[in-house]
């Protein structure tokens, strides 16, 4: 997996080779072709988006492929109090990177997403993450990443959010919105475990990364582009204040 962190001479071959990589696209001419931002488009928003009620904090926790990705989008969210990195689906014991990496932990890299419901409602939150965060039609993988923790997934924190997540997928593939079905999990009851301070805000903090400008930076382009009225340009960060 391109992605790996395991050691600092992974980290650096991976970046020798992701340069590489993009200094054959532009010999090619592939760089001026239309970008995942550009061709990306919204899907329909959910038929049922039950209200807030009283509620001034509401938490989503979603998988969607590389954290880094999710947190970034959901950062510049108007409406996203904090998006944090980490694992859900497995135990509290295993929820370290280097046990997650090797696919058999039962967790998935997430986000978890502390949103005012009177601001933005769980299902604009969905909305969104089917838009721009994942291809929920990949199993098991995103983009360069491959295996379960890579998995998209949503991870109910009340009846709520699990009824409007199972109604909201029934409505995307009876309308075909995507060009295969959907298979992203619904596991409800999971705890979630903020992953390791490295990984947080690592788009905010590593824009120039390749594997960040391949595979990240669209995300937020096309938050930008199909959600101007969510679109925050500052994004709310974890490690504000706390150094690297």
């Not at 996203?80 to 135990?91: C, E, I, L, M, N």
């Not at 967790?107 to 965060?133: K, N, W």
């Not at 824009?207 to 930008?224: E, F, G, M, R, S």
């Amino acid at each position: 997996m391109i992605r790996t962190l395991r050691n600092p001479t992974a980290r650096t071959i991976r970046t020798a080779c992701l340069f590489a990589a993009l200094a054959v696209m532009a010999g090619l001419g592939l760089a001026s072709l239309p970008s995942a931002a550009e061709e990306a488009r919204a899907v329909p928003a959910p038929a049922l988006d039950e209200p807030a009620g009283k509620a001034t904090s509401e938490i989503a926790v979603l998988a969607g492929g590389c954290f880094w990705g999710v947190q970034g989008v959901f950062q510049h969210v108007a409406g996203v109090t904090r998006a944090v990195s980490g694992y859900a689906g497995g135990a509290k014991d295993t929820a370290v990177y280097e046990k997650v990496g090797n696919g058999w932990t039962g967790h998935a890299e997430s986000v978890q997403v502390t949103f005012d419901p009177r601001t933005i409602s769980y299902g604009r939150i969905l909305q969104i993450y089917f838009s721009v965060a994942l291809d929920p039609t990949e199993l098991n993988r995103q983009g360069p990443d491959e295996g379960t923790q890579y998995r998209s997934a949503i991870f109910p924190t009340s009846a709520k959010q699990a009824r409007v997540s199972i109604a909201y997928i029934a409505q995307l593939d009876a309308a075909h919105a995507f060009a295969a079905p959907i298979v992203t999990d619904i596991e409800p009851g999971r705890a979630f475990y903020p992953a390791e301070d490295y990984h947080q805000d690592y788009l905010t903090r590593h824009p120039t990364q390749p594997y960040i400008v391949i595979n990240d930076l669209p995300k937020v382009a096309n938050l930008k582009r199909l959600f101007p009225d969510r679109y925050r340009a500052e994004p709310v960060l974890v490690m504000a204040g706390k150094g690297e």
